[in-house]
């Protein structure tokens, strides 16, 4: 996913919480994962590697993107403001808004000084749609994080052939024949995402994508028409950790000693159950 407005500087610094998802999945049919997007095949499609003949993976960006994907498709359910699927000129660009170029102006002059960053943070993140809140958009960093999916060495992997067809003739195009890798089925892989400064908001919207995860509703990877990146969920439980509050001081400290106290654990129904 293309993310060229996303700027990593603006972020606001204040922790006040703090989620750890982790789910765990198994791919039910084969899963492709490559530098090439469907739409332009090459003769050779291997899958992406932590470097040559290395750990087969999966980006985190790539289940950004898939994620974000899912939780504009339901987004409808809980927000009036229809998502900007950052979709050129559409795409929530507050960082070009004059209008609030002007009100910070305007706050500066009539306080006689400069706008904490906070305030700035908040005057631009109003401005964006649900879905940019969370994943990042137009100058705001994502809320959400996605480690990457490293598969073991050993695993195993395939290579099949196709032939590509014209969409237009049905015909196959000229010589198009290639072949694409594949990681074979019934690995088991975690996914670990996590969250930061969660509102009720963030977390519906995160929650409407981890639902369809649970449901088995997601795909990851190429060739999905070919039947590939089926996978099923096994399990998933999150982390809480609720900083905003002083009386949670004691067992703040106990994490960053290494002693992880978080204020809650939940399974993944349970934490889909109280938000959504
Ligand atoms: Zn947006």
């Known amino acids: 996913m293309c993310e060229t407005n996303y700027n990593e500087n603006m972020n606001f610094s204040k922790l006040k919480n703090m989620y750890i998802f982790r789910i765990k999945l198994k791919n039910i049919t084969p899963i492709h994962v490559g530098g090439n997007s469907e739409d332009s095949v090459t003769s050779k499609n291997p899958i992406m590697r932590v470097s040559e003949n290395e750990n087969p993976f999966i ?12 939780s504009e498709r339901l987004a409808h359910l809980f927000f009036d403001r229809e998502p900007c699927y950052l979709d050129g000129d559409k795409a929530c660009a ?11 102006k305007e706050i500066e002059q009539k306080e006689d000084r400069k706008i904490s960053e906070e305030k700035i943070y908040n005057l631009y993140y109003d401005e964006l749609c649900p879905i940019c809140r969370t994943y990042g958009g137009g100058s705001i960093a994502s809320k959400v994080k996605f480690e990457h999916i490293v598969f073991p060495a050993n695993t195993l992997t395939n290579i099949r052939e196709g ?24 690995y088991e892989f975690e996914m670990v995402i996590t969250a930061e400064n969660m509102t009720e908001e963030n977390l519906k919207v995160l929650a409407l994508a981890l639902a369809q995860l649970q449901g088995n509703q997601i795909r990851i990877g190429g060739m999905l028409a070919r039947g590939l990146g089926q996978i099923e969920f096994i399990s998933g439980t999150v982390k809480i950790y609720d900083f905003s ?32």
């Open 59 to 70: 980006p985190g960006s790539t289940l950004k993107g898939l994620m974000r994907s899912a």
């Open 94 to 104: 507050p960082h070009k808004n004059v209008k609030i170029e002007e009100k910070i």
């Open 163 to 186: 032939i590509q067809i014209d969409r237009d003739t049905g015909t196959v195009k000229g010589n198009r024949f290639y072949t694409y890798e594949y990681i074979l089925p019934n």
């Open 245 to 276: 509050k002083k009386e949670n001081k004691n067992a703040i400290i106990q994490t960053l000693l290494g002693k992880d106290t978080p204020t809650e654990n939940k399974t993944l129904t349970e934490f889909l159950e109280k938000v959504l």
